[in-house]
C-alpha cells in the first residue's frame, strides 16, 4: 500500500497479530539506481518480521540488482506485484497492466527467482481485459512461485464492485504453493466469507486496514471463538497516539505529516469527526495531536 504500510504502520499491525508484513510498493528502477528516498523504504525495524519487500516495474535487469539489495537490507521474501491500478504505475506500464504480457511477466518472475535465495511471490488481480489469472496462472506454471496473492477484482472494477471468488478459488486448484485471498476484507466477517468460499491459506488485508490496524486481532478471534470485541472510542484515541509516536521515532517530523492522513481515517464515525479531521490535517507535533484527541466524543 503506497504511502501506507510504512515501518510504523507496520510495526503497529505486528502488535496486532499481522503473521507477515509487506514494504509498500517499491521501484525496482529506483533500487538498482540508488535513489535515497527509495533506499530509506528498505529500512525496517525488526520486530516487522517476517517482513516482505514488495517490487515493481518492467525491466528485468533492474529487478538483478534490486534483489540483491533486498538480501542484503535483510528482508524474508520478495514480492513482486502484477496487481496494483494506481494511475502512475500504469501509466509507465507496471502493476496491473504487465498481466497482458504474460512473456514479460514470466521473464520479470524467472530473474528474480534465479537472482536471489529468498522465495519469491506475486500479487495479481482476477483479470486484465481478456487475460485471467487462470491464464498468468498457465504462464508461469513452472516456476517454483511461493505464494500467488489475487485480488479478486479486475483492473477494470479496481476497488469497488463485487469480489470474484470463484476467479481466487479456481488458482487455488490450480497452484500447488500458497494462495492468499485479497480484497474487500473490510470485516471479520467478510474474512471468513473469503476463505469459506475460495479455500485461501491465507488473507492480504489492505484497505480494510485503514485507521483499523487491530483488523487482524479481530478476523482471528472470530475465526477462532465465532465473535470479537469491538474497540472503543478511547481505545482508538490510545492506538492513535501511539501510531504517532512511532512514526515519530522513524521520520521524525516528516512522520507526523504523514500521520495525518491516518489520523483522520482513525476519527471515522466518532462525534464530530468533520471538526476533528479539519484539525487533524494541520497537525505538526505529537503535543497537537494530544490536544486534539482530548475532544469529548
Known amino acids: 500500500m503506497a504511502g501506507i504500510s510504512d515501518s510504523a504502520f507496520r510495526q503497529l499491525c505486528k502488535t496486532f497479530g499481522a503473521d507477515v508484513t509487506y514494504t509498500e510498493m517499491i521501484s525496482a528502477d529506483a533500487i538498482a539506481y540508488n535513489s535515497k528516498k527509495t533506499l530509506e523504504m528498505l529500512k525496517f525495524d525488526k520486530s516487522e518480521k517476517p517482513i516482505v519487500a514488495q517490487l515493481f516495474g518492467k525491466r528485468p535487469e533492474m529487478f538483478i540488482k534490486a534483489v540483491k539489495m533486498i538480501e542484503k537490507a535483510g528482508f524474508d521474501g520478495i514480492d513482486i506485484n502484477f496487481g496494483c491500478p494506481a494511475r502512475k504505475v500504469v501509466a509507465h506500464g507496471g502493476g496491473v497492466t504487465l498481466m497482458k504480457d504474460l512473456e514479460k511477466c514470466r521473464e520479470l518472475i524467472a530473474t528474480t527467482i534465479e537472482n536471489t535465495k529468498l522465495p519469491v511471490s506475486v500479487k495479481i488481480r482476477a483479470g486484465i481485459e481478456k487475460v485471467t489469472a487462470l491464464d498468468f496462472l498457465k504462464a508461469i506454471k513452472d516456476l ?17 464492485g463485487p469480489i470474484d471468488f470463484e476467479m481466487i478459488r479456481q488458482v487455488k486448484q490450480n497452484f500447488s504453493g500458497i494462495v492468499i485471498g485479497n480484497g474487500g476484507i473490510n470485516t471479520p466477517e467478510e474474512a471468513k466469507q473469503m476463505l469459506d468460499k475460495t479455500g485461501v491459506d491465507g488473507l492480504g488485508l489492505a484497505r480494510g486496514l485503514y485507521g483499523r490496524p487491530w483488523l487482524f486481532q479481530e478476523i482471528k478471534d472470530y475465526l477462532r471463538n465465532g465473535k470479537y470485541h469491538k474497540i472503543g472510542t478511547e481505545d482508538i484515541k490510545k492506538i492513535a497516539l501511539q501510531h504517532a509516536k512511532i512514526a515519530y521515532k522513524s521520520k521524525g517530523s516528516h512522520g507526523i505529516i504523514e500521520m ?32 486534539i484527541l482530548k475532544h469529548k466524543t
Open 144 to 160: 517454483p512461485i511461493a505464494a500467488i496473492m489475487v485480488h479478486g477484482r479486475t483492473f477494470k472494477d479496481s476497488f469497488s
Open 260 to 291: 495525518r492522513k491516518h489520523l483522520c481515517w482513525y476519527v471515522r464515525g466518532f462525534d464530530g469527526a468533520n471538526e476533528l479531521r479539519k484539525k487533524l490535517v494541520t497537525v505538526e507535533t505529537i503535543r497537537e495531536i494530544k490536544d
